[in-house]
Protein backbone atom coordinates (compact mmCIF):
# COMPACT_ATOMS: atom_id res chain seq x y z
CA UNK A 1 0.00 0.00 0.00
CA UNK A 2 1.30 3.72 -0.96
CA UNK A 3 -0.17 7.16 0.08
CA UNK A 4 -1.30 9.62 -2.18
CA UNK A 5 -2.85 12.72 -1.57
CA UNK A 6 -5.79 12.02 -4.59
CA UNK A 7 -6.94 8.43 -6.20
CA UNK A 8 -8.94 9.24 -9.56
CA UNK A 9 -10.64 6.50 -11.47
CA UNK A 10 -11.07 7.23 -15.21
CA UNK A 11 -8.62 8.98 -17.13
CA UNK A 12 -10.69 10.58 -19.82
CA UNK A 13 -12.37 14.19 -19.65
CA UNK A 14 -13.11 14.47 -16.05
CA UNK A 15 -10.33 12.83 -14.40
CA UNK A 16 -7.66 14.53 -16.82
CA UNK A 17 -8.69 17.64 -16.00
CA UNK A 18 -9.26 17.39 -12.38
CA UNK A 19 -5.45 15.28 -12.07
CA UNK A 20 -4.30 18.27 -14.23
CA UNK A 21 -5.74 20.95 -11.78
CA UNK A 22 -4.47 19.25 -8.22
CA UNK A 23 -0.92 17.97 -10.20
CA UNK A 24 -0.69 21.68 -11.15
CA UNK A 25 -0.85 22.39 -7.24
CA UNK A 26 2.05 20.15 -6.29
CA UNK A 27 -0.91 17.32 -4.83
CA UNK A 28 0.25 14.00 -5.26
CA UNK A 29 -2.06 12.34 -8.05
CA UNK A 30 -2.12 8.99 -9.24
CA UNK A 31 -5.18 8.20 -11.83
CA UNK A 32 -6.51 4.63 -12.87
CA UNK A 33 -7.90 3.35 -15.95
CA UNK A 34 -9.12 0.23 -17.43
CA UNK A 35 -8.31 1.34 -20.80
CA UNK A 36 -4.91 1.61 -22.81
CA UNK A 37 -5.09 4.78 -24.88
CA UNK A 38 -5.72 6.02 -27.49
CA UNK A 39 -8.95 4.48 -26.73
CA UNK A 40 -12.30 4.75 -28.18
CA UNK A 41 -15.13 5.34 -26.88
CA UNK A 42 -19.09 6.17 -27.46
CA UNK A 43 -19.45 9.90 -28.03
CA UNK A 44 -20.50 12.70 -30.43
CA UNK A 45 -17.23 14.45 -29.84
CA UNK A 46 -18.99 18.12 -30.22
CA UNK A 47 -16.34 20.41 -28.34
CA UNK A 48 -18.29 24.18 -28.09
CA UNK A 49 -16.23 27.23 -27.58
CA UNK A 50 -17.33 26.00 -22.97
CA UNK A 51 -15.51 22.94 -24.08
CA UNK A 52 -12.59 24.36 -26.27
CA UNK A 53 -11.83 26.84 -23.73
CA UNK A 54 -11.46 24.16 -20.81
CA UNK A 55 -8.81 22.31 -23.32
CA UNK A 56 -7.29 25.60 -23.34
CA UNK A 57 -6.88 26.21 -19.45
CA UNK A 58 -5.53 22.69 -19.22
CA UNK A 59 -2.68 23.33 -21.48
CA UNK A 60 -3.96 20.79 -24.46
CA UNK A 61 -5.23 22.96 -26.78
CA UNK A 62 -2.40 22.95 -29.48
CA UNK A 63 -1.98 19.60 -29.27
CA UNK A 64 -5.76 19.48 -30.09
CA UNK A 65 -5.54 21.64 -32.95
CA UNK A 66 -2.32 20.10 -33.93
CA UNK A 67 -4.61 16.91 -34.99
CA UNK A 68 -6.32 19.07 -37.79
CA UNK A 69 -9.89 19.70 -37.00
CA UNK A 70 -12.05 21.71 -39.28
CA UNK A 71 -13.04 25.03 -37.16
CA UNK A 72 -16.63 25.35 -37.56
CA UNK A 73 -17.29 28.57 -37.17
CA UNK A 74 -21.02 28.67 -38.45
CA UNK A 75 -23.98 26.89 -37.68
CA UNK A 76 -27.27 25.95 -40.27
CA UNK A 77 -30.48 24.87 -38.11
CA UNK A 78 -32.98 23.42 -40.99
CA UNK A 79 -36.90 23.27 -39.83
CA UNK A 80 -38.42 21.33 -42.21
CA UNK A 81 -38.09 22.08 -46.05
CA UNK A 82 -38.52 26.30 -45.91
CA UNK A 83 -37.19 27.23 -42.34
CA UNK A 84 -33.15 27.98 -42.49
CA UNK A 85 -31.46 29.81 -39.79
CA UNK A 86 -27.90 30.48 -40.21
CA UNK A 87 -25.55 32.11 -37.72
CA UNK A 88 -22.13 32.39 -36.18
CA UNK A 89 -21.23 31.26 -33.31
CA UNK A 90 -21.00 33.37 -30.79
CA UNK A 91 -17.58 33.84 -28.67
CA UNK A 92 -16.85 31.93 -25.39
CA UNK A 93 -13.66 33.37 -24.14
CA UNK A 94 -11.30 33.14 -27.00
CA UNK A 95 -13.28 30.87 -28.86
CA UNK A 96 -15.86 31.32 -31.39
CA UNK A 97 -15.64 28.06 -33.19
CA UNK A 98 -16.65 24.50 -32.55
CA UNK A 99 -13.83 21.73 -32.60
CA UNK A 100 -15.09 17.61 -33.36
CA UNK A 101 -12.45 15.14 -32.92
CA UNK A 102 -12.44 11.45 -32.51
CA UNK A 103 -12.02 10.41 -28.74
CA UNK A 104 -9.10 8.28 -29.09
CA UNK A 105 -6.99 11.39 -30.47
CA UNK A 106 -8.28 13.35 -28.38
CA UNK A 107 -8.20 11.22 -25.21
CA UNK A 108 -4.83 10.18 -25.71
CA UNK A 109 -3.68 14.21 -26.16
CA UNK A 110 -5.34 14.30 -22.70
CA UNK A 111 -3.66 11.41 -20.53
CA UNK A 112 -0.29 13.05 -22.05
CA UNK A 113 -0.57 16.41 -20.75
CA UNK A 114 -2.43 15.59 -17.56
CA UNK A 115 1.16 13.36 -16.93
CA UNK A 116 2.61 16.31 -18.60
CA UNK A 117 1.55 18.37 -15.56
CA UNK A 118 2.97 15.37 -12.72
CA UNK A 119 -0.38 13.32 -12.62
CA UNK A 120 0.54 9.08 -12.47
CA UNK A 121 -1.53 8.01 -14.72
CA UNK A 122 -1.62 4.06 -14.85
CA UNK A 123 -3.10 2.64 -18.17
CA UNK A 124 -4.53 -1.16 -18.17
CA UNK A 125 -5.66 -1.00 -14.30
CA UNK A 126 -9.53 -2.56 -12.93
CA UNK A 127 -10.44 -0.93 -9.84
CA UNK A 128 -11.99 -3.52 -7.68
CA UNK A 129 -12.71 -1.61 -4.64
CA UNK A 130 -12.68 1.81 -2.73
CA UNK A 131 -11.12 1.26 0.56
CA UNK A 132 -13.00 3.05 3.78
CA UNK A 133 -11.34 4.10 7.39
CA UNK A 134 -14.06 5.68 10.20
CA UNK A 135 -16.74 5.85 7.82
CA UNK A 136 -14.42 8.38 5.48
CA UNK A 137 -13.46 6.84 1.78
CA UNK A 138 -9.67 6.25 2.28
CA UNK A 139 -8.65 4.94 -0.72
CA UNK A 140 -8.62 2.64 -2.94
CA UNK A 141 -8.12 -1.55 -3.94
CA UNK A 142 -6.97 -2.43 -8.42
CA UNK A 143 -5.59 -5.00 -10.37
CA UNK A 144 -3.01 -4.07 -11.86
CA UNK A 145 -1.84 -4.54 -16.22
CA UNK A 146 0.08 -7.96 -14.16
CA UNK A 147 -2.84 -8.92 -12.54
CA UNK A 148 -1.56 -8.17 -8.59
CA UNK A 149 -4.08 -6.57 -6.39
CA UNK A 150 -2.35 -3.50 -5.25
CA UNK A 151 -4.28 -0.73 -2.76
CA UNK A 152 -3.43 3.22 -2.75
CA UNK A 153 -4.70 5.37 0.13
CA UNK A 154 -5.93 8.63 -0.49
CA UNK A 155 -7.17 11.66 1.50
CA UNK A 156 -9.78 12.10 -1.63
CA UNK A 157 -11.16 9.42 -4.55
CA UNK A 158 -12.52 10.69 -7.17
CA UNK A 159 -15.06 8.53 -9.84
CA UNK A 160 -14.53 9.56 -13.36
CA UNK A 161 -15.25 6.59 -14.72
CA UNK A 162 -18.16 6.96 -16.36
CA UNK A 163 -21.99 6.06 -16.49
CA UNK A 164 -21.22 2.37 -15.07
CA UNK A 165 -19.15 3.85 -12.69
CA UNK A 166 -17.68 1.40 -10.13
CA UNK A 167 -16.77 4.01 -7.51
CA UNK A 168 -20.34 4.79 -7.50
CA UNK A 169 -21.01 1.57 -7.15
CA UNK A 170 -19.09 1.16 -4.13
CA UNK A 171 -19.92 4.29 -2.36
CA UNK A 172 -23.83 3.27 -2.57
CA UNK A 173 -24.29 6.14 -4.83
CA UNK A 174 -24.95 3.74 -7.96
CA UNK A 175 -29.43 4.25 -8.57
CA UNK A 176 -29.90 8.14 -9.64
CA UNK A 177 -32.24 10.28 -7.44
CA UNK A 178 -33.65 11.70 -10.64
CA UNK A 179 -33.92 10.86 -14.05
CA UNK A 180 -35.60 10.86 -17.25
CA UNK A 181 -36.25 8.03 -19.91
CA UNK A 182 -35.63 9.84 -23.17
CA UNK A 183 -37.02 8.67 -26.33
CA UNK A 184 -34.01 9.15 -28.37
CA UNK A 185 -31.49 6.56 -30.22
CA UNK A 186 -28.14 7.76 -31.42
CA UNK A 187 -26.94 6.26 -34.98
CA UNK A 188 -24.25 7.88 -36.83
CA UNK A 189 -20.71 6.87 -39.07
CA UNK A 190 -17.79 8.41 -39.86
CA UNK A 191 -16.92 9.91 -43.47
CA UNK A 192 -14.73 11.82 -45.55
CA UNK A 193 -16.36 14.83 -46.27
CA UNK A 194 -17.57 15.77 -49.88
CA UNK A 195 -17.41 19.08 -48.77
CA UNK A 196 -13.75 19.20 -47.85
CA UNK A 197 -12.13 23.34 -48.99
CA UNK A 198 -16.15 24.61 -49.01
CA UNK A 199 -18.23 26.75 -46.64
CA UNK A 200 -20.17 23.83 -45.29
CA UNK A 201 -17.16 22.12 -44.32
CA UNK A 202 -16.72 24.95 -41.68
CA UNK A 203 -20.69 24.89 -40.28
CA UNK A 204 -21.93 22.27 -38.59
CA UNK A 205 -25.48 21.70 -39.78
CA UNK A 206 -28.20 20.22 -38.75
CA UNK A 207 -32.01 19.19 -39.44
CA UNK A 208 -35.12 19.11 -38.04
CA UNK A 209 -37.48 17.33 -40.20
CA UNK A 210 -40.66 15.25 -38.71
CA UNK A 211 -39.56 13.54 -35.70
CA UNK A 212 -36.09 12.96 -36.28
CA UNK A 213 -32.94 15.30 -35.84
CA UNK A 214 -30.08 15.14 -38.16
CA UNK A 215 -26.48 16.29 -38.01
CA UNK A 216 -23.03 16.93 -39.85
CA UNK A 217 -20.42 18.48 -38.20
CA UNK A 218 -16.46 18.23 -40.22
CA UNK A 219 -13.94 16.55 -37.97
CA UNK A 220 -10.32 15.49 -37.58
CA UNK A 221 -8.39 15.46 -39.41
CA UNK A 222 -9.72 16.17 -42.61
CA UNK A 223 -11.54 15.56 -44.79
CA UNK A 224 -13.27 13.44 -41.81
CA UNK A 225 -16.93 14.37 -40.61
CA UNK A 226 -19.82 12.45 -38.64
CA UNK A 227 -22.84 12.14 -39.89
CA UNK A 228 -25.45 11.65 -37.31
CA UNK A 229 -29.30 10.72 -37.02
CA UNK A 230 -31.07 11.28 -33.81
CA UNK A 231 -34.37 9.63 -34.55
CA UNK A 232 -37.02 7.42 -32.61
CA UNK A 233 -34.68 4.82 -30.62
CA UNK A 234 -36.55 2.22 -32.47
CA UNK A 235 -34.07 3.58 -35.46
CA UNK A 236 -31.24 1.96 -33.41
CA UNK A 237 -32.36 -1.59 -33.24
CA UNK A 238 -33.47 -1.31 -37.24
CA UNK A 239 -30.11 -0.08 -37.50
CA UNK A 240 -28.21 -2.84 -36.05
CA UNK A 241 -30.31 -5.54 -37.53
CA UNK A 242 -29.63 -4.08 -41.07
CA UNK A 243 -26.70 -1.07 -41.04
CA UNK A 244 -27.30 -0.24 -44.70
CA UNK A 245 -30.63 -0.63 -45.63
CA UNK A 246 -31.57 1.43 -42.07
CA UNK A 247 -28.97 4.20 -43.11
CA UNK A 248 -30.79 4.60 -46.68
CA UNK A 249 -33.76 4.92 -45.27
CA UNK A 250 -32.62 7.86 -43.24
CA UNK A 251 -31.33 9.34 -46.36
CA UNK A 252 -35.00 9.43 -47.71
CA UNK A 253 -36.39 10.43 -44.64
CA UNK A 254 -33.91 13.56 -44.90
CA UNK A 255 -33.37 14.86 -48.10
CA UNK A 256 -31.62 17.69 -46.84
CA UNK A 257 -29.20 15.70 -44.52
CA UNK A 258 -28.82 13.15 -47.69
CA UNK A 259 -27.96 15.93 -50.21
CA UNK A 260 -25.39 17.33 -47.39
CA UNK A 261 -23.26 13.97 -47.80
CA UNK A 262 -24.12 12.96 -51.02
CA UNK A 263 -21.11 11.79 -52.97
CA UNK A 264 -19.20 11.03 -49.54
CA UNK A 265 -16.73 8.27 -49.56
CA UNK A 266 -14.34 6.11 -47.32
CA UNK A 267 -17.91 5.83 -45.11
CA UNK A 268 -17.21 3.73 -41.98
CA UNK A 269 -19.08 1.62 -40.06
CA UNK A 270 -22.69 2.58 -38.46
CA UNK A 271 -22.24 3.03 -34.30
CA UNK A 272 -25.42 3.52 -32.42
CA UNK A 273 -26.67 3.71 -28.87
CA UNK A 274 -30.17 3.52 -27.60
CA UNK A 275 -29.04 4.32 -23.74
CA UNK A 276 -29.45 7.67 -23.25
CA UNK A 277 -31.32 7.95 -19.84
CA UNK A 278 -30.08 11.43 -18.69
CA UNK A 279 -29.72 11.62 -14.68
CA UNK A 280 -27.73 12.67 -11.45
CA UNK A 281 -26.52 10.99 -8.65
CA UNK A 282 -25.42 11.83 -5.55
CA UNK A 283 -21.74 13.17 -6.13
CA UNK A 284 -19.93 13.81 -3.32
CA UNK A 285 -19.99 12.28 0.51
CA UNK A 286 -16.63 11.73 2.83
CA UNK A 287 -13.52 11.51 1.27
CA UNK A 288 -15.36 10.72 -2.39
CA UNK A 289 -16.65 12.45 -5.16
CA UNK A 290 -18.37 11.71 -8.89
CA UNK A 291 -17.26 13.32 -11.91
CA UNK A 292 -17.99 13.62 -15.70
CA UNK A 293 -21.09 10.84 -16.45
CA UNK A 294 -20.54 9.45 -13.65
CA UNK A 295 -22.60 12.22 -11.31
CA UNK A 296 -24.68 13.77 -14.06
CA UNK A 297 -25.10 12.84 -17.38
CA UNK A 298 -27.85 14.58 -20.29
CA UNK A 299 -28.69 13.25 -23.74
CA UNK A 300 -26.02 13.63 -26.25
CA UNK A 301 -28.59 15.52 -28.29
CA UNK A 302 -27.27 18.95 -27.62
CA UNK A 303 -24.11 17.64 -28.15
CA UNK A 304 -22.80 19.34 -24.00
CA UNK A 305 -21.53 16.36 -22.41
CA UNK A 306 -17.47 16.84 -23.44
CA UNK A 307 -17.85 20.79 -22.22
CA UNK A 308 -19.44 19.89 -18.77
CA UNK A 309 -17.00 16.84 -18.17
CA UNK A 310 -14.39 18.92 -18.30
CA UNK A 311 -15.34 21.48 -16.34
CA UNK A 312 -16.48 19.38 -13.82
CA UNK A 313 -13.32 17.62 -13.44
CA UNK A 314 -11.52 21.41 -13.71
CA UNK A 315 -13.45 22.97 -10.84
CA UNK A 316 -13.76 19.55 -8.46
CA UNK A 317 -9.98 19.97 -8.66
CA UNK A 318 -9.67 23.66 -8.09
CA UNK A 319 -12.55 23.07 -4.61
CA UNK A 320 -10.49 20.26 -3.28
CA UNK A 321 -7.18 20.86 -3.61
CA UNK A 322 -6.58 23.49 -0.65
CA UNK A 323 -8.75 21.75 1.79
CA UNK A 324 -7.54 17.92 0.92
CA UNK A 325 -5.68 17.86 4.03
CA UNK A 326 -8.66 18.63 6.70
CA UNK A 327 -11.80 16.35 6.55
CA UNK A 328 -14.49 18.80 7.79
CA UNK A 329 -13.07 21.00 5.45
CA UNK A 330 -13.33 19.16 2.47
CA UNK A 331 -16.37 17.19 2.58
CA UNK A 332 -17.60 20.63 3.06
CA UNK A 333 -16.35 21.58 -0.44
CA UNK A 334 -17.03 18.83 -2.09
CA UNK A 335 -21.03 19.09 -1.47
CA UNK A 336 -20.84 23.01 -2.68
CA UNK A 337 -19.07 21.65 -5.66
CA UNK A 338 -21.94 19.30 -6.42
CA UNK A 339 -24.73 22.04 -5.64
CA UNK A 340 -22.75 24.41 -8.29
CA UNK A 341 -22.76 21.47 -10.42
CA UNK A 342 -26.35 20.93 -10.27
CA UNK A 343 -27.07 24.76 -11.24
CA UNK A 344 -24.35 24.91 -13.91
CA UNK A 345 -26.04 21.48 -15.59
CA UNK A 346 -29.46 22.20 -14.59
CA UNK A 347 -30.84 24.20 -17.50
CA UNK A 348 -28.78 21.66 -20.16
CA UNK A 349 -30.64 19.14 -18.77
CA UNK A 350 -33.74 20.05 -19.29
CA UNK A 351 -33.16 21.18 -22.49
CA UNK A 352 -31.68 18.32 -23.83
CA UNK A 353 -34.56 16.04 -22.25
CA UNK A 354 -37.11 18.69 -24.00
CA UNK A 355 -35.17 17.63 -26.94
CA UNK A 356 -35.74 14.21 -26.68
CA UNK A 357 -39.44 13.84 -26.90
CA UNK A 358 -40.38 12.10 -30.28
CA UNK A 359 -43.05 14.29 -31.57
CA UNK A 360 -43.24 16.85 -34.86
CA UNK A 361 -40.87 19.86 -34.65
CA UNK A 362 -43.05 22.62 -32.30
CA UNK A 363 -44.89 25.37 -34.12
CA UNK A 364 -44.06 27.76 -31.69
CA UNK A 365 -40.14 27.12 -32.37
CA UNK A 366 -40.69 27.31 -35.98
CA UNK A 367 -41.73 30.83 -36.19
CA UNK A 368 -39.24 31.47 -33.54
CA UNK A 369 -37.01 30.24 -36.18
CA UNK A 370 -38.63 31.68 -38.96
CA UNK A 371 -38.38 35.34 -37.33
CA UNK A 372 -34.36 35.10 -37.27
CA UNK A 373 -33.93 34.00 -40.74
CA UNK A 374 -31.95 36.72 -42.53
CA UNK A 375 -30.10 37.48 -39.61
CA UNK A 376 -26.43 35.98 -39.39
CA UNK A 377 -25.17 37.07 -35.76
CA UNK A 378 -25.28 34.68 -32.78
CA UNK A 379 -29.08 33.91 -31.74
CA UNK A 380 -30.32 30.60 -31.07
CA UNK A 381 -26.71 28.75 -31.83
CA UNK A 382 -26.25 30.45 -28.28
CA UNK A 383 -28.48 27.61 -26.36
CA UNK A 384 -26.06 25.07 -28.01
CA UNK A 385 -22.73 26.90 -27.22
CA UNK A 386 -23.99 27.51 -23.29
CA UNK A 387 -23.39 31.11 -23.81
CA UNK A 388 -26.88 31.54 -22.69
CA UNK A 389 -29.11 29.28 -21.31
CA UNK A 390 -32.20 28.50 -23.04
CA UNK A 391 -34.44 30.49 -20.75
CA UNK A 392 -32.38 33.67 -21.83
CA UNK A 393 -32.78 32.57 -25.81
CA UNK A 394 -36.11 31.72 -25.90
CA UNK A 395 -37.43 34.29 -23.25
CA UNK A 396 -41.27 34.35 -22.34
CA UNK A 397 -42.03 37.21 -24.62
CA UNK A 398 -40.57 35.41 -27.52
CA UNK A 399 -42.39 32.38 -26.86
CA UNK A 400 -45.59 33.60 -26.44
CA UNK A 401 -45.20 35.91 -29.93
CA UNK A 402 -43.76 32.34 -31.69
CA UNK A 403 -47.33 31.30 -30.12
CA UNK A 404 -49.25 33.86 -31.75
CA UNK A 405 -47.60 33.94 -35.24
CA UNK A 406 -48.17 30.06 -35.20
CA UNK A 407 -51.68 30.64 -35.09
CA UNK A 408 -52.13 33.33 -37.38
CA UNK A 409 -50.05 31.19 -39.97
CA UNK A 410 -52.64 28.34 -39.10
CA UNK A 411 -55.68 29.64 -38.28
CA UNK A 412 -57.96 26.26 -38.63
CA UNK A 413 -55.69 24.70 -36.75
CA UNK A 414 -55.54 27.47 -34.06
CA UNK A 415 -56.94 24.72 -30.76
CA UNK A 416 -53.77 22.20 -32.15
CA UNK A 417 -51.93 25.20 -31.53
CA UNK A 418 -52.65 25.86 -28.32
CA UNK A 419 -53.10 22.49 -27.57
CA UNK A 420 -49.03 21.73 -27.87
CA UNK A 421 -47.84 25.49 -26.92
CA UNK A 422 -49.84 25.63 -23.00
CA UNK A 423 -47.71 22.72 -21.53
CA UNK A 424 -44.61 23.41 -23.33
CA UNK A 425 -45.33 27.26 -21.72
CA UNK A 426 -46.33 25.42 -18.18
CA UNK A 427 -42.91 23.04 -18.30
CA UNK A 428 -41.21 26.12 -19.13
CA UNK A 429 -41.99 28.33 -16.43
CA UNK A 430 -41.94 24.79 -13.63
CA UNK A 431 -38.30 25.32 -14.75
CA UNK A 432 -37.30 28.69 -14.53
CA UNK A 433 -38.95 28.02 -11.27
CA UNK A 434 -36.72 25.37 -10.15
CA UNK A 435 -33.40 27.14 -11.15
CA UNK A 436 -34.60 30.27 -9.02
CA UNK A 437 -35.53 28.19 -5.88
CA UNK A 438 -31.46 25.67 -6.58
CA UNK A 439 -32.90 23.13 -4.16
CA UNK A 440 -30.35 20.61 -3.27
CA UNK A 441 -30.75 17.06 -4.68
CA UNK A 442 -34.02 18.08 -5.53
CA UNK A 443 -36.38 14.60 -6.96
CA UNK A 444 -39.61 16.36 -7.49
CA UNK A 445 -40.00 15.77 -11.21
CA UNK A 446 -40.49 18.57 -13.86
CA UNK A 447 -43.89 17.38 -15.82
CA UNK A 448 -42.88 17.50 -19.82
CA UNK A 449 -39.44 17.86 -19.33
CA UNK A 450 -38.56 14.49 -16.88
CA UNK A 451 -39.99 11.29 -18.68
CA UNK A 452 -40.98 8.39 -16.74
CA UNK A 453 -40.08 4.75 -16.84
CA UNK A 454 -36.86 4.80 -16.66
CA UNK A 455 -34.75 1.73 -15.28
CA UNK A 456 -31.10 1.05 -14.06
CA UNK A 457 -29.73 -2.04 -13.42
CA UNK A 458 -28.58 -3.49 -10.22
CA UNK A 459 -25.34 -2.72 -8.41
CA UNK A 460 -22.41 -4.53 -9.67
CA UNK A 461 -21.35 -7.21 -7.45
CA UNK A 462 -17.71 -7.08 -6.33
CA UNK A 463 -15.14 -9.57 -7.80
CA UNK A 464 -15.39 -12.99 -6.29
CA UNK A 465 -11.29 -12.58 -6.06
CA UNK A 466 -9.66 -14.16 -2.70
CA UNK A 467 -7.13 -11.65 -3.19
CA UNK A 468 -9.44 -8.96 -3.93
CA UNK A 469 -12.31 -9.77 -1.30
CA UNK A 470 -13.13 -6.21 0.46
CA UNK A 471 -11.87 -5.65 4.60
CA UNK A 472 -14.59 -5.80 7.02
CA UNK A 473 -14.32 -1.59 6.81
CA UNK A 474 -14.69 -1.76 3.48
CA UNK A 475 -17.92 -4.28 3.53
CA UNK A 476 -19.62 -2.29 6.08
CA UNK A 477 -19.05 0.94 4.48
CA UNK A 478 -20.15 0.10 1.06
CA UNK A 479 -23.90 0.33 2.72
CA UNK A 480 -23.38 3.77 3.56
CA UNK A 481 -22.51 4.51 7.40
CA UNK A 482 -20.98 8.35 7.41
CA UNK A 483 -21.30 7.91 3.29
CA UNK A 484 -24.03 8.54 0.88
CA UNK A 485 -26.85 7.24 3.68
CA UNK A 486 -26.15 10.01 6.14
CA UNK A 487 -29.22 11.97 5.63
CA UNK A 488 -28.08 15.76 3.44
CA UNK A 489 -30.03 18.94 5.50
CA UNK A 490 -31.94 20.48 3.01
CA UNK A 491 -32.02 17.48 0.29
CA UNK A 492 -35.33 16.41 -0.49
CA UNK A 493 -34.53 13.22 -0.06
CA UNK A 494 -31.38 11.19 2.16
CA UNK A 495 -29.46 9.45 -0.31
CA UNK A 496 -30.26 6.05 0.97
CA UNK A 497 -32.64 5.43 -2.38
CA UNK A 498 -29.67 5.95 -3.99
CA UNK A 499 -28.49 2.58 -3.62
CA UNK A 500 -31.84 1.13 -4.16
CA UNK A 501 -31.48 -1.10 -7.37
CA UNK A 502 -34.12 -1.94 -10.57
CA UNK A 503 -34.54 -4.03 -13.33
CA UNK A 504 -31.75 -4.26 -15.98
CA UNK A 505 -32.29 -2.27 -19.28
CA UNK A 506 -30.83 -3.05 -22.53
CA UNK A 507 -26.81 -3.03 -22.09
CA UNK A 508 -25.11 -0.57 -24.36
CA UNK A 509 -22.19 0.83 -24.73
CA UNK A 510 -21.50 3.83 -22.30
Known amino acids: MTDHDVVIVGSRLAGTTAASALARKGRDVVVLDRARFPSDTLSTHVLFGGGIEEIRRMGAFERIAALDPSFLREVELHFGPDVKVHERWGANGRSDYVLCVPRPEQDAVLVDVARGHGADVREGCELLDVLWRAGRAAGVRYRDPDGDVRELRAKLVIGADGRRSTVAARVGAWRPYRASRNGRGLVFRYLDDPQAGTRLNETLSQWRDGTSICMVFP ?35 HPGFAERIAGATNVGKLRSTADTTAYFRPSSGPGWAL ?73 VLVEIARRAQGRHDPDLGDMFARIRDQQEVLTLPRLMGGA ?52 WPATPRRPTVDACAPTPAATAAASGPGGPTTPVPGADIPATSAATPSPTPEQVPA
Not at 410 to 438: F, K
Open 219 to 253: SAPRPRAVALVMGPAADVHRARRDPDGAWAEFLRR
Open 291 to 363: AGDAGHFKDPIIGQGQRDALWMGRTLGEAAEPVLDDPAALDAALRRWEQERDQECLSAYHFANNETRIQPQSP
Open 404 to 455: ARAIARHPGHARDVLRSALPDLRTDLAIRAEIRRGRFRSTRPIAGSEHPGWT
